[in-house]
């Protein structure tokens, strides 16, 4: 299936099923998809250059220091919600000293806009390194990879291992050594981290959520998230929801 029958198709599923997609706000979603390590969204995200972002406030009268302000801001953001997907604190804050001090020794205003993408990017892959932790064989690389991607979809063993160009058994044991889990253990726990975050900053409802992971019903993905959790969606999301103010930094 190509990429535009792809697109048609969700939007066809989403409208017969009047599953009305309720998104991270922009400035969310932006700084999440960094912490994810989705390198791909984020040089997608990263296109529009920060001189023409809109909703820029105005921090100081001197375009070129409002520029600096506004980096410096979505530098500390980037580190903070790196640092909630398991990023070192010393290394958060080091990389965001760093791209800071870029920043403030650029004359121009197109060199602070023209560095943006270069800090994101580095973040996103740190994350994304970060996230297949000890893995070193290509082929379990590429199995994680495959898995964040299409966490939307039931993913099985089979597809897994097609995907990869491996015999499904063999991959069993080989991803149990690596990763420290089964397959369907990683992608479960991969799902319910989503499903966590979603339900902190998207308004997507937990029966959406459901259908958006691909879960069999909303029954199984309440009882996957309870074992995972200790408790339900619903009451996951009234203790951590939290309406962030962050602006358009991003």
């Given at each position: 299936?190509?990429?535009?029958?792809?697109?048609?198709?969700?939007?066809?599923?989403?409208?017969?099923?009047?599953?009305?997609?309720?998104?991270?706000?922009?400035?969310?979603?932006?700084?999440?998809?960094?912490?994810?390590?989705?390198?791909?969204?984020?040089?997608?995200?990263?296109?529009?250059s920060l001189l023409f972002k809109k909703g820029l406030g105005t921090l100081s009268l001197n375009y070129l220091q409002n520029i600096k302000y506004h980096f410096a801001i979505t530098a500390a953001l980037i580190a903070r919600y790196c640092m909630e997907g398991g990023m070192e604190?010393?290394?958060?804050?080091?990389?965001?000293?760093?791209?800071?001090?870029?920043?403030?020794?650029?004359?121009?205003?197109?060199?602070?806009?023209?560095?943006?993408?270069v800090m994101c990017l580095d973040y996103a892959k740190r994350m994304k390194n970060l996230?297949?932790?000890?893995?070193?064989?290509?082929?379990?690389?590429?199995?994680?990879?495959?898995?964040w991607d299409n966490l939307h979809t039931r993913i099985t063993i089979e597809?897994?291992?097609?995907?990869?160009?491996?015999n499904s058994s063999y991959l069993s044991r080989l991803f149990k050594k690596?990763?420290?889990?089964?397959?369907?253990?990683?992608?479960?726990?991969?799902?319910?981290?989503?499903?966590?975050?979603?339900?902190?900053?998207?308004?997507y409802s937990p029966s959406q959520i459901s259908s958006v992971l691909a879960f069999p019903n909303q029954s199984y993905f309440t009882e996957i998230f309870h074992k995972e959790t200790g408790m339900t969606p619903s009451k996951y999301r009234n203790l951590n929801f939290r309406n962030t103010e962050i602006g358009n930094e991003g």
């Open positions: 299936m190509n990429i535009n029958k792809e697109l048609a198709f969700q939007e066809f599923v989403r409208r017969e099923s009047n599953l009305i997609r309720a998104p991270y706000t922009p400035e969310q979603e932006f700084y999440s998809v960094i912490k994810s390590g989705n390198t791909t969204k984020v040089k997608e995200l990263c296109q529009e604190l010393s290394t958060a804050y080091g990389l965001s000293d760093f791209y800071i001090r870029k920043a403030d020794g650029s004359t121009k205003p197109e060199e602070v806009a023209l560095l943006h993408p996230r297949k932790g000890k893995v070193t064989s290509r082929h379990i690389s590429a199995c994680i990879d495959y898995i597809s897994l291992a097609s995907a990869v160009g491996l690596e990763v420290g889990m089964t397959v369907s253990q990683y992608i479960r726990n991969k799902k319910i981290e989503t499903a966590r975050n979603m339900l902190i900053y998207s308004d």
